[in-house]
């Protein structure tokens, strides 16, 4: 058994805990918490060992009934890789940590590609993964990138793609976040991060990306458009999206045409969290102008990279070389089959 630990128990965290937990090579040793909380909590309930950075709160956690196991150091030193879910810039200060421990350690799209020098998706790029000591998993818009833009490129060639990311203001439950009423620019200069993101993991793709961020909390749009080398009719493009196992057809026939509708239905479908593990590529969008592919995808920001994080350790344990076992291996674990 694989043992995982996760340093900084968010939004993304206590996702990646849960798939971890689920899968057959894997256990999660420990999570850890700065302060008590509702999440603190649903750790408890779900048998996850709770460790601290700062042990003087220990007294304000078994106060609140929630048992301290240790120290992150100790936690570390029982792990055989950590993920680091901490928030953007946070991340990075953890990396003398585990170098110290000389444990294997996973970032998130919010540090910099050079904290881990290799940044990482499933489908792209997992056999470079492989035995590595540090990985970042890129930001779930560019998870939804290169997802979608490896396979197009694999069967058709991209001469290039040009994509506007319509992202949301916050997560649902983050209060402290806007926009209530602006569309912002973010950034108001052009690429966005997401393009140079990108071509950390796939550097042969011409890419240009615009972004900004609206008043909702659901899910991203991107708008994407794509030159291909090679012909393709409409037909063929949703063919190897629907064969794709982390790409999934949003069909006309459900009318679902919004970010909440396709929330709506993936509650409805009872998915944990109703998380949307997939891209979500709208069937109707989908087009051919000449060599030209237009399409909008909703990305669930909460949900999509979490998967990515199950494969990353897969790759650096270094068991499973083959990048579709461990995918596969995810996916069941999760009972996960793309819409
Ligand atoms: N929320 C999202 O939509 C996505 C976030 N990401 C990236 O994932 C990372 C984490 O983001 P979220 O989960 O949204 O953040 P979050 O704020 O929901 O969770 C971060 C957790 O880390 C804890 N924490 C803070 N400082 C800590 C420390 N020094 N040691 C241990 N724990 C600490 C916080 O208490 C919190 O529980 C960031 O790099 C972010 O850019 C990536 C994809 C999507
Ligand atoms: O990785 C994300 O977005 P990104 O791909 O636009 O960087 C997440 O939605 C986190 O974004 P945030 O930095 O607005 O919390």
Redesign the pocket.
Known sequence: MIKVAV?????????VADAVAAQKDMEIIGV????P?S?ALIAVQRGYPIYI?DLSKKDAFEKAGIPVAGS?EEMLKKADVIV????????E??KKLYEKAGVKAI?????DHEVAGFSFNAHANYKDAIGRQFVR?V???T?GLCRVIKVVDDAFGVVKVRAVMVR?GA?P??VKKGPIDAVVLDPPTIPSHHGPDLNTVLPHINIVTMAMIVPTTQMHMHAITMELKKDASRDEILAIMRKHNRIGLIQPKTAIKSTAELKEYVMDMGRPRSDLWENGVFEASVNMVGKELFFFQAIH??A??VIENVDAIRAMMGEVKDPETSIRMTNEALQFTAL
């Open positions: 340093n900084g128990y968010g939004t993304i965290g206590k996702r850890s918490k700065t302060k909380s999440e950075a992150v680091d879910g901490t928030p953007g810039g946070v991340g200060t953890n970032w998130q799209g919010g540090e998993v930001s779930c818009n998870t949301r997560d439950h983050v920001q909460e999509d990279v």
